[in-house]
């Protein structure tokens, strides 16, 4: 019985060993918050104060997609003719994003056409993950796989925006702070994606990788909110990412 599952064993890595394709990614992300935290980060009352000491504004404050951008090296170990284990590693930065418009600062196009700025807050984390994907082949172009992504945390800053001088000479600046609030070390996705093959018959291949992500488990851990109107340890992040990179197959795979 042993010598059996031993064969067993060996027989079933034997199949992870000739058949894996190895996929290298970049792409952007665009992600957001379960839940607004403009009054949480205090962004309404900045706001009022700007209206309050003369400045003008032209919106109420609002949530956009955060942009981002991210790095993975992936496998695809087949399991058989179809279907697969992806795993692999992966960076990504992800968050929210929060504005409002004001007219006290105007950005001119290279067309001569006019804007009203923006002043800007935009939460930030960062992650190294660990996929877990199983997935399936559908034809010779397209796959489509589902699983989870434990994540560590290795950064977490709150950045806003401010604007230097007058006239035609205004300049938008960034300031930073690290860790406004607590974030959880680790923290789970459960992600669903489709890969798409649009170039190559052989080594290497040209990929498209389409993937949504959602947190399971809050971004945030801060013990100091606990009793707040809203808990920031609530706070679940969820993210597109569209990726473009290089797919090899090793000798032996399909």
Known sequence: ????????????????????????LVGATFSSFNTDLISEYGFDTFREEYINAGGSVTSEVK???RPGFYIAVEGDFYLGEKTFLKTGL????????????????????SSGSETDERFKLRPKLE??????????????????YAGLTPSLTLNNVLRNNRFEGSGDDVK???DGSDNPVDEASIVTFVNAGVTYIFMGDSNPLLILDL????????????????????????????S???????????????
């Open 1 to 24: 019985m042993n010598r059996f599952l031993l064969l067993l064993a060996l027989c079933f890595s034997q199949s992870l060993i000739a058949q894996k394709r190895f996929d290298f």
């Open 63 to 65: 949530n956009a997609l």
């Open 90 to 109: 992966k960076y990504m930065t992800a968050g929210d994003s929060y504005y409002f418009k004001t007219d006290d600062v105007v950005l001119q196009s």
């Open 127 to 144: 992650y190294l993950s660990v996929p877990v994907n199983f997935g399936l082949d559908i034809g010779d172009k397209f796959s489509v």
């Open 172 to 174: 938008q600046k960034w």
């Open 211 to 238: 993937r949504v992500n959602h947190s399971l488990n809050s971004v945030y851990n801060d013990s100091d909110f606990d009793n707040s109107a809203f808990d920031f340890n609530d706070t679940k992040l969820w």
């Open 240 to 254: 597109v990412e569209l990726g473009i990179g290089l797919a090899l197959n090793s000798a032996g795979s399909k």
